[in-house]
């Protein structure tokens, strides 16, 4: 597998006393160093040997992010570059492991691992350190999990470290070349979780007796912790080598720093941290935030667009949290209001005024003027009393008394038949005749009078074709109009041709006879 190796060192810094330490003996118990930095080198080295960048970074800091559909798992709030401060662990011997386990959702399996980073300090060295390293990365713990990773800095390709002299750091990189074929894929194991540690392999004057005496602090790099405190005793780890029953560890192995003795355990993270990416990440797809509340899958454009808090690529609506947006809400007992989300506000037993409404804003119980669509005014009522009767609210405290509420209009047939659309007293005034309320002028004769054309077949003028038709029917065949209209009491609600003329020649005759009943028989009018 190829690998590329990013080497990041720094320059002189300032170094400060010690204070306390881990290591198991007195000779290696209270020994962590901190150490200040002003700036750091970035190094960058491929795997062949070539100098890929080689310039200093100054007054960087730790991203939360990586790019895209990278994420970034850590405990620690160390700065990867530019200036910072760290604690160096001068009880670390050769063939320990610092190390850290991860949990993240389980969703995000199986993941890719993109790189490691971990810090690694000397404080006033004599000489130029050199430290050979391995890197691990388990897919589970540390303890008991599958190695699915290990590089050496023995293998003739990767580089080993190289600090000093003086008080200076470095930030050991190692990065899966993105064109390698076989990438780092890590799968869930059931526990949701993978591991990243980095081992000492062979410090630059290992002493003779590590159990016994420690390596010199002035010839050697050594792993560092962060200064923030230890946020997470269960997922930093220490390999320790085997020194008996009074080890740090006892009896050497595995340990959670929860697990270690308080004379040996580190008050701080490791200042180490992975960058992976879930394959399953589509970039620029996520969750967004709206401004509802409510979460949905959008592309990154579309959920600025909408006003929308984006939550980064990979994210799902079941881990993100959406702000539920809060609203005036008013109390029918006391007239009071308080800004609640639209639940709490159901819950509490108050009235909802509406997503982004404010206390401030917002009349609790308004009553006013209503004016209904017939023109005529009612009030004090609610808004929405007002609305249920279709009317129109003329705001709070308002009344009828000082309302000219709009009259409705509808069609006015003049006598020589033109038509305008008027209210009922424009249309009085004028000596006209009022349609009604919502009636208009459409139509080639609006104000024709005269009897309707209804169904064909339809004799008895009641809008629907049955047996109750035939006496009708056989009065207009054998009688003409007159006959059939006598039945009406001399005047027909419908016209005469259309009710009777089944056959659709314009005539009322015997030849309409065979239609009519195919007509009654269906109970369909007929096609003429």
């Known amino acids: 597998m190829r690998l590329r190796a990013l080497l990041c060192n720094a320059v002189f810094g300032t170094a400060f006393a010690a204070t306390s330490a881990w290591a198991v003996e007195t000779d290696r118990a209270s020994r962590p160093m901190p150490i200040a930095l002003d700036e750091i080198r970035n190094l960058s080295v491929s795997t062949t040997g070539q100098v890929i960048s080689d310039q200093i970074i100054g007054l960087g800091g730790n991203s939360a992010r990586g790019a895209g559909c990278q994420q970034i798992a850590s405990h620690t709030d160390a700065a990867f570059s530019g ?149 997470s005793p269960q997922g930093n780890w220490l390999f320790g080598i085997n020194c008996g029953a009074f080890g740090c560890p006892a009896n050497g192995g595995w340990a959670r720093f929860s697990q270690l003795p308080a004379g040996c355990r580190p008050s701080n993270d490791w200042a180490l941290r992975a960058t992976y990416t879930p394959t399953s990440c589509q970039p620029g797809v996520g969750a967004c935030c709206l401004l509802t509340g409510v979460c949905d899958i959008r592309l990154q454009a579309d959920c600025a667009s909408n006003v929308g808090i984006y939550q980064g690529d990979g994210t799902n609506c079941q881990t993100a949290s959406c702000p539920q947006p809060t609203g005036a809400c008013c109390f029918q007992a006391t007239g009071g209001c308080i800004n ?50 279709g009317g129109t609210f003329r705001g709070n405290n308002t009344s009828c008394a000082t309302q000219n509420c709009p009259q409705p209009t509808g069609g006015c047939c003049f006598p020589n038949n033109f038509c305008l659309v008027l209210t009922q007293v424009e249309c009085g005034t004028a000596g006209a005749t009022w349609r009604g309320a919502g009636t208009n002028c459409d139509g080639p004769a609006p104000c024709a009078t005269g009897p309707t054309c209804g169904p064909c077949a339809d004799s008895n003028c009641d809008g629907f074709v049955t047996v109750g038709d035939i006496g009708y029917f056989v009065d207009a065949v054998v009688g003409g109009q007159t006959a059939w209209a006598n039945r009406f009491g001399g005047t027909a609600p419908c016209d005469f041709v259309c009710a009777n003329d089944a056959n659709g020649d314009n005539f009322v005759t015997v030849g309409d006879i065979s239609a009519f009943v195919q007509a009654v028989s269906s109970g369909q009018p007929c096609p003429g």
Not at 108 to 115: H, K, T, V
Not at 129 to 155: E, H, R
Not at 184 to 202: K, L, P, W, Y
Request: negative net charge; glycine residues 12%; contains cysteine.
């Open 83 to 231: 200036s910072g401060q760290f604690v160096l662990q001068l009880g670390f011997v050769d063939d320990e492991v610092a190390a850290a386990s991860y949990v993240i959702p389980a969703n995000q399996f199986p993941i890719r691992l993109e790189s490691i980073e971990m810090i690694f300090g000397t404080t006033n060295a004599t000489v130029q350190t050199s430290t050979a390293w391995t890197v691990f990365i388990w897919q589970g713990l540390p303890n008991t999990g599958t190695i699915v990773g290990q590089f050496s800095s023995g293998d003739g390709i990767l580089p080993e470290m190289i600090i000093g002299p003086g008080t200076a750091a470095l930030n050991l990189q190692i990065v899966v070349d993105p064109n390698d074929p076989e990438q780092i894929i890590i799968q869930n194991d059931g526990s949701a979780t993978f591991s990243v540690g980095v081992r000492i392999d062979e410090h630059h004057a290992p002493p003779s007796l590590p159990c016994f005496i420690p390596p010199l602090e002035n010839q050697n790099a050594f792993p560092a912790t962060d200064t923030s405190g230890l946020l």
């Open 340 to 389: 609640l989300t639209a639940d709490n506000c159901s819950r509490a037993g108050g009235v909802y005024s509406g997503n982004g409404t404010a206390c401030g804003t917002t009349v609790c119980f308004p009553t006013g003027a209503c004016c209904l669509p017939a023109g005529n005014c009612i009030g004090p009522v609610s808004p929405g009393d007002c609305a249920a009767q």
